[in-house]
């Protein structure tokens, strides 16, 4: 057994920087290279080219980028691991296998699939699969019939076996994003998979990478302290045979890794923190330690997991219509109120009748965060953008025509932006539970195959702690009022219709004035142009931290919504505008 394994993330989504995975391989050791490339909206693209292609369906750019270190990938012995595959793995390595072929290299690949649930979703429906949505408690219903994408989340086992069998390249489906990961730690180790908190560990350690630079600079509230942007490193974890691991990056890269940037990773999309669920195991993210340990380096320890549940969660996409969006420029003097003139003016010339939803945005001046945060002062100039979304593409290209013949019969200082818009499908998002039973996976190697069952070892419930409820005494003397970003740094994503935003206290004598002044209320009322549903507010107080989840934030969410932001990543740069009132003296 080894007593030490370096682990490498070089893609956080498809379209991520290209050079990275050259980056990650030639600028020091690495045992793993890791790349993520799926997300719910990546699904659907996938699977209709496959069906106009049947060898597409898969992330091409993992192959071409791939391409040019795989000689450094065979001499350093790196092992690869990826879902890359999308729809179709087996397409993915046999494009792989021929440009090996070609460089004269040969590199053991392994394929894994059965996430796609198409093939069978109309059997299971009929089984008495019912796809409650997890977050509204809707049945799927009639929309079954307008599924275009339905993938269940993988757990790591399947990849450890690939592992074990020989693969040095493992091309997965729809597995969930840190299972890349954890496969590594299992692997080198020879843990059980009842050892529940060193899985969570490895867990945690994927998710802190697995979104490329997010981790080591990248979307960091207080960027200024990031020396440089140029060559970004992206993350490593050196990880130890009892769990613990440090998170740090490359010597001579660009980009940070520090408690706060490792933090602001942490919080990203967690729901509630107590019970972070994968098919493998359940995290506690409010039970470890974290330290830094020198220049960009920081130790993770001490993670606390559970039992994962009889349950794997399912994304699903389904037709809703079409969407379209087109944008004017609209310059100064009195740039807000010519956009209104203008607004009135489209609306009233393509009427509203037809649409599901419609809307005008001020990009510029409060397009992201609604009315939460509208400056004092006006812009120069705006982009106003026009969003409609119908059941028909007629009623959109009426829409995507008048949008030229405004420039001339408005308000003066305006021009077109982007020429006449295109329409889009649009599609919603499900996110639904099966029984892991239902799920297999399947492994092929060379000319083997074997199928993997997802339903392996013990399952339950999540068992969560109490959350702390006192806050503290922040009450004695004089209070001042400042912009939360004085005390705070946060990080913001989506989870379908679900936004999060994770805040963390600069220091943490600054923690209990979090709790006090950044409360479910007050955020109620600051976001109450964007957030249709209830917030929920968690405690991290390991981090110094809390995780607010905010329902019906996002319009319906990514694949449907026509909110500019629709993954409420500009969010918590919102929240921290927020004025709050602290005790001055924890302010120096």
């Not at 049947?54 to 001499?75: C, E, H, N």
């Not at 020989?166 to 998979?193: H, L, N, Q």
């Not at 969407?323 to 609306?347: N, Q, R, T, Y």
């Not at 905010?550 to 500019?564: D, I």
């Amino acid at each position: 057994m080894k007593d030490k394994i370096i682990i490498a993330n070089a893609s956080g989504f498809w379209g991520d920087e290209a050079d990275a995975i050259r980056r990650q391989v030639q600028s020091g050791h690495i045992d793993y290279l890791t790349m993520d490339y799926l997300a719910e909206i990546t699904m659907i693209i996938l699977g209709r080219q496959v069906a106009k292609k049947p060898d597409a369906g898969y992330a091409r750019d993992f192959v071409t980028t791939i391409s040019g270190v795989l000689k450094d990938i065979q001499d350093k012995g790196i092992t690869v691991i990826t879902n890359a595959g999308g729809i179709n793995p087996q397409a993915c390595a046999r494009a792989l296998e021929q440009i090996m072929s070609d460089q004269g290299l040969s590199i053991p690949i392994a394929t894994i699939d059965g996430d796609n649930l198409m093939p069978e979703l109309p059997q299971l429906v009929e089984d008495g699969c019912l796809f409650t949505h997890i977050d509204t408690g809707e049945l799927l219903g009639v929309l079954a019939d307008k599924v275009a994408a339905a993938n269940a989340y993988i757990g790591a086992r399947p990849i450890v076996e690939a592992l074990k069998g020989g693969a040095k390249i493992v091309i997965t489906g729809r597995c969930y994003d840190a299972a890349s990961v954890v496969a590594p730690f299992i692997y080198e180790f020879g843990w059980d998979w009842e050892e529940y908190d060193k899985l969570a560990s490895a867990l945690l350690a994927g998710h802190l990478i697995e979104c490329g630079t997010q981790s080591t600079g990248g979307n960091f509230t207080n960027w200024k302290q990031v020396g440089s942007f140029l060559n970004m490193g992206y993350p490593l974890v050196e990880a130890s045979p009892d769990g613990s691991f440090v998170l740090t990056k490359h010597p001579g890269t660009g980009g940070l890794v520090s408690e706060q940037t490792a933090k602001e990773q942490i919080l990203y999309e967690i729901g509630d923190p107590r019970a972070y669920i994968s098919p493998d195991v359940i995290a506690d993210f409010t039970s470890f330690s974290l330290t830094g340990e020198g220049e960009n380096r920081v130790r993770v320890s001490g993670v606390k997991g559970q039992k994962p549940t009889d349950m794997l969660k399912v994304s699903i996409n389904y037709e809703a219509g079409y969407k379209l969006s087109g944008m004017i420029v609209v310059s100064g003097p009195d740039v807000v109120a010519k956009g209104e003139v203008f607004s009135e003016m489209f609306w009233d010339r393509v009427g509203t009748d037809g649409f599901v939803d419609y809307r005008t945005d001020y990009v510029g001046y409060n397009a992201c965060w609604g009315n939460s945060a509208a400056p004092d002062v006006e812009p120069n100039e705006i982009i106003l953008r026009f969003s409609a979304r119908a059941e028909i593409k007629d009623r959109l290209a009426v829409m995507s025509k008048e949008l030229a013949g405004l420039i001339l019969a408005g308000p003066p200082g305006v021009t077109v932006f982007g020429g006449r818009p295109s329409i889009a499908p649009a599609f919603g998002y499900w996110p639904a539970l099966i029984d892991r039973k239902l799920v297999t996976a399947r492994l092929i190697q060379g000319s083997n195959e074997a199928f993997i069952s997802c339903d392996v070892g013990p399952c339950g419930e999540p068992e969560l702690k109490p959350q702390d409820s006192v806050v503290g005494d922040q009450n004695k003397g004089a209070r001042v009022t400042v912009p939360l970003a004085r005390i705070a740094h946060a990080r913001s994503g989506d989870k379908g219709d679900l936004a999060n935003i994770g805040v963390a206290a600069l220091k943490p004598e600054l923690y209990p004035e979090i709790l006090r002044e950044v409360t479910t209320e007050k955020l109620q009322s600051f976001f109450k142009s964007n957030v249709l549903g209830p917030i929920a507010r968690y405690r991290l107080d390991n981090l110094n931290a809390v995780n607010f989840v905010l329902q019906g934030a996002l319009n319906g969410g990514g694949t449907v919504s026509l909110l500019l932001d629709n993954q409420g990543k500009t969010l918590s740069q919102a929240l921290l505008t927020m004025d709050i009132e602290v005790n001055p003296a924890l302010l120096s």
